[in-house]
């Protein structure tokens, strides 16, 4: 089994990073408006980045990297603060 990080970006021109076991199913549960939250609002989404990861623990770790080399929360307001990993 695969497990991605990905990168968000919304049609407010903001980002958002997660991690997924299943990756077309998340952006499309994001899309759609089916997970509340920080990209409900924000919809539509466009997929701008993934990794794949053997393991969960690895998706998580690079996850929990790019938040924190690129700053402390989940949402980014430009794509230069993802720079650091995207």
Same mark, same amino acid.
């Given at each position: 089994?695969?497990?991605? +990080?990905?990168?968000?970006?919304?049609?407010?021109?903001?980002?958002?990073?997660?991690?997924?076991?299943?990756?077309?199913?998340? +952006?499309?549960?994001?899309?759609?408006?089916?997970?509340?939250?920080?990209?409900?609002?924000?919809?539509? +989404?466009?997929? +701008?980045?993934?990794?794949?990861?053997?393991?969960?623990?690895?998706?998580?770790?690079?996850?929990?990297?790019?938040?924190?080399?690129?700053?402390?929360?989940?949402?980014?307001?430009?794509?230069?603060?993802?720079?650091?990993?995207?």
């Amino acid at each position: 089994m695969a497990f991605w +990080v990905y990168i968000l970006r919304c049609a407010d021109d903001s980002y958002y990073v997660g991690h997924t076991e299943n990756l077309e199913l998340r +952006v499309a549960q994001h899309h759609s408006g089916d997970l509340g939250g920080y990209t409900k609002p924000r919809r539509p +989404v466009r997929l +701008v980045y993934s990794e794949k990861f053997s393991t969960r623990d690895d998706a998580f770790a690079a996850e929990r990297q790019i938040i924190e080399r690129c700053g402390s929360k989940r949402k980014y307001r430009s794509l230069e603060s993802l720079s650091c990993r995207a």
